[in-house]
């Protein structure tokens, strides 16, 4: 059964700091992993990583794939109150599912 | 370009009901996935349908079942409620299944068994 962790459930950080949200995972036939943002509804797609595309950025948010430790971080650096939400990591596994396997997710809290 | 749009935003049923949801995927997208989110156990995936078919199902009874009309929209039904179905039912859609591109979702319904 595939299995995607993260970590920390939770971090409350003061505005400016620099933070790291961890995945790890355990899958059969990976083919991608993503992030994802979630406020109040909709998770908002925020990078895709592949084995050919390991490192993404995006303005203050980058994300490393690493496939050998079988996990990815994602760094928010210069932290803002609206990078407050719940920060989603999934992965993509082949086999015919094509549904993604959610972690639980880290809820991040961003104080003035 | 409007995105995955989802009805009704609330839905309040009591137990033994059936509570139908619906799906429009974003226009020429012919997947659209269901997914759970219960409180403290994140995103499971329900239910992927592409082209009318269902192509996949995960680790869910029976009960929750669904079906894709020509237009790819999606209705997913969840007959006999039970409390523990209480949740965020979020629906995605993906342009081209299968090669890895990022699903995107719609805003949900929360349904709410009472």
């Known amino acids: 059964e595939d299995k995607v962790v993260q970590s920390p459930l939770s971090l409350v950080v003061h505005e400016g700091d620099t933070v790291t949200l961890n995945c790890s995972y355990e899958?059969?036939?990976?083919?991608?992993l993503l992030w994802y943002k979630q406020e109040k509804k909709a998770p908002t797609f925020l990078f895709m990583l592949?084995?050919?595309?390991i490192e993404k950025k995006s303005g203050r948010l980058s994300s490393i794939l690493d496939k050998k430790e079988l996990s990815s971080i994602l760094n928010i650096t210069a932290t803002q109150t609206g990078d407050s939400a719940i920060y989603l990591c999934?992965?993509?596994?082949?086999?015919?599912?094509?549904?993604?396997?959610f972690g639980k997710g880290t809820h991040l809290i961003i104080q003035p | 370009e409007a995105g995955v749009t989802q009805s009704p935003t609330h839905l309040i049923k009591t137990r033994g009901q059936q509570a139908t949801l619906r799906c429009s995927p974003i226009?020429?997208?012919?997947?659209v996935y269901w997914y759970q989110q219960a409180l403290g156990l994140g995103l499971q995936f329900l239910l992927w349908?592409?082209?009318?078919?269902?192509?996949n199902r995960g680790n869910f009874p029976p009960r929750f079942s669904g079906r894709q009309f020509p237009n790819y929209s999606s209705e997913l039904n969840v007959n006999a409620l039970e409390l523990e179905d209480s949740a965020l039912y979020l629906c995605?859609?993906?342009?081209?299944?299968?090669?890895?591109?990022?699903?995107?979702f719609g805003d949900g319904t929360r349904l709410s068994i009472l």
């Open positions: 999934a992965v993509h596994s082949g086999g015919g599912a094509d549904g993604l396997t």
């Open positions: 349908y592409d082209e009318g078919e269902e192509r």
């Open positions: 899958v059969t036939n990976f083919r991608s």
């Open positions: 226009s020429g997208h012919t997947s």
């Open positions: 592949t084995s050919s595309g």
């Open positions: 995605a859609s993906n342009p081209d299944p299968g090669r890895g591109q990022p699903q995107h």
